[in-house]
């Protein structure tokens, strides 16, 4: 056959193709909304396409997985809603208004042939907004993450704390698990990987360092006896976890962070501590000694100070203005190394002393603290009722102090005759004088409060010292102290009017 004829039996044939799809439209390519038999997320589309598409829609959102970490944590039954999962009804709708309605008609009747065949399947095309499963997931990571813990120097043993990597749930590697649980109804589960964290400072680079010099020293003294013994004993935990840690050029340390929540669980036990201005018992009392020290250490060795608080009263251990009050997690003690070397903290308790050293590669600093006392402020009294006591016993639940306002100095004198004066001014508020007394009992038999108009002594002026109250020589009434309450010494009730040191 030649090439002519050849060509009129294919014109032959494609006519009559046209012919009959051009016969077959109007069946095929009804005026209506979608295709005949076209499906929406595995549904015929029967009825309103809207109806449809919110129907397949609610099962896919309403559908529960399992949520587990990758360490195998049960975090629990979620919806695929709750784990950020979206699905846009508009943009599956115009998806399939646009099957048999765009293109040219060829392409539109086969797409119709298609459809009524059971062909055409119109996917949902769920996705994962990030914000959900993040919030969900942020409430596991506080019990879950796991910090990586640096290397440290064990000085007493001179020996190396080998490091160990972190952990973090994390939420956003979970994405992808959350997505293929929506596309496809057979699995079941998500699981939310963990990311690595690998510590900061290594055992190699520990054992490289150079902590020759002492770059500052500071002691504190507490007791280990009576209702003391447990106090002591957190005093021991607090210095353990700061033993040994190493400080990187320009690095910020967080006291909280360092020694972690005092809980039971992380070794420290109950013990007397102040809240709200009241000695009370807690757990963790102590660890403000453990920072008091730090701080004080920390202001002689020249590291910035960055957070730092001083406490609702005097502190019997340490001169005002070099203590330091922390609250876990909120009052923190935050630290920076300015130093061009690594500076290495060495904690230790040995009997009833507190030692914090900091060493490193040199002493580029020297420092003098200078304190001067401002302003003082009367104490007030509270007195209770407790009908457990009889007759003229009275319980000192807190001995009073006056607030003070002072004035504190760090002149740091640096290496090269530099020198930089800080200045700042903290303020003691007044810790009230508190006694339990039995019903009924004459508050008159009490001692004046120092200063009244009761009190014989002339009122001191604004920047003198305000001694405890004593009970009057032929008073009848027995003072006894309760738990906790210690007599102030005479640093906390008669401080100096000007006070320096220099480390």
């Known amino acids: 056959m030649g090439f002519l004829p050849r060509l009129s039996v294919l014109a032959v044939l494609s006519g009559a193709f046209l012919g009959g799809a051009a016969f077959e439209r109007p069946r095929l390519l009804p005026d209506a909304e979608v295709l005949p038999g076209l499906r929406v997320d595995g549904e015929p589309v029967n009825g309103a396409l809207s109806a449809t598409i919110a129907s397949r829609a609610e099962a896919v959102l309403s559908r529960k997985v399992h949520l587990r970490s990758a360490a195998g944590d049960d975090l629990g039954e979620r919806s695929l809603r709750d784990l950020g999962v979206e699905i846009d009804p508009e943009a599956v709708a115009a998806r399939a208004r646009r099957l048999g309605h765009d293109g040219d008609w060829l392409t539109r009747i086969a797409d119709a042939r298609r459809a009524r065949r059971g062909?055409?399947?119109?996917?949902?095309?769920p996705e994962v907004d990030a914000a959900p499963l993040v919030a969900l997931l942020v409430r596991y990571k506080e019990n879950l993450d796991v910090p990586p813990a640096s290397a440290r120097f064990?000085?007493?043993?001179?020996?190396?704390?080998?490091?160990?990597?972190?952990?973090?749930?994390?939420?956003?590697?979970?994405?992808?698990?959350?997505?293929?649980?929506?596309?496809?109804?057979?699995?079941?589960?998500?699981?939310?990987?963990?990311?690595?964290?690998?510590p900061r400072v290594t055992s190699d680079f520990v054992r490289s360092l150079d902590v020759h010099e002492v770059l500052a020293q500071y002691e504190t003294y507490f007791s280990r006896s009576g209702d003391q013994k447990r106090r002591g004993q957190n005093i021991d935990v607090g210095a353990g976890k700061l033993n040994g840690v190493v400080l990187m050029p320009g690095e910020i340390v967080s006291f909280n962070s360092l020694v972690g929540d005092r809980s039971e669980e992380n070794g420290f036990q109950k013990s007397w501590e102040i809240y709200k201005g009241e000695m009370v018992e807690g757990v963790g009392g102590g660890t403000c000694q453990v920072a008091s020290t730090?701080?004080?250490?920390?202001?002689?060795g020249g590291l910035d100070v960055l957070e730092r608080l001083p406490h609702s009263r005097p502190s019997a251990y340490i001169p005002m203005g070099l203590d330091s009050t922390v609250v876990y997690p909120i009052v923190d003690l935050k630290l920076r190394n300015p130093h061009p070397f690594p500076v290495v903290v060495h904690a230790k308790t040995d009997g009833n002393k507190l030692t914090v050293q900091l060493l490193g590669a040199g002493r580029p600093v020297k420092v003098t603290f200078g304190r001067e006392l401002l302003d003082t402020k009367p104490y007030p009294r509270k007195v209770e009722e407790d009908p457990r006591l009889s007759g003229d016993r009275v319980l000192v639940k807190q001995h009073g102090i006056r607030g003070y306002r002072?004035?504190?100095?760090?002149?740091?004198?640096?290496e090269d005759g530099r020198r930089k004066v800080e200045t700042n001014v903290d303020v003691y508020p007044p810790t009230t004088e508190i006694y339990a007394v039995p019903?009924?009992?004459?508050?008159?038999?009490?001692?004046?409060l120092p200063g009244s108009d009761d009190d014989d002594s002339s009122p001191a002026p604004s920047a003198a010292a305000q001694p405890a109250a004593a009970p009057a020589a032929d008073s009848d009434v027995k003072f006894v102290d309760a738990p906790g309450a210690h007599v102030p010494t005479s640093a906390q009730t008669n401080p100096e009017k000007t006070f320096t040191l220099t480390r």
């Not at 730090?294 to 002689?300: E, G, P, S, V």
């Not at 019903?439 to 004046?448: A, G, H, R």
């Open 119 to 125: 062909e055409i399947d119109v996917p949902l095309s």
């Open 154 to 198: 064990d000085l007493d043993e001179r020996s190396v704390v080998p490091e160990k990597p972190g952990r973090y749930l994390d939420a956003y590697g979970a994405i992808g698990a959350v997505a293929r649980a929506a596309a496809d109804a057979s699995v079941d589960s998500v699981v939310v990987p963990y990311a690595v964290v690998e």
């Open 294 to 300: 730090l701080h004080a250490a920390a202001f002689f």
């Open 406 to 414: 002072i004035k504190r100095t760090r002149a740091v004198t640096f």
């Open 439 to 448: 019903p009924d009992f004459d508050v008159s038999k009490l001692p004046p």
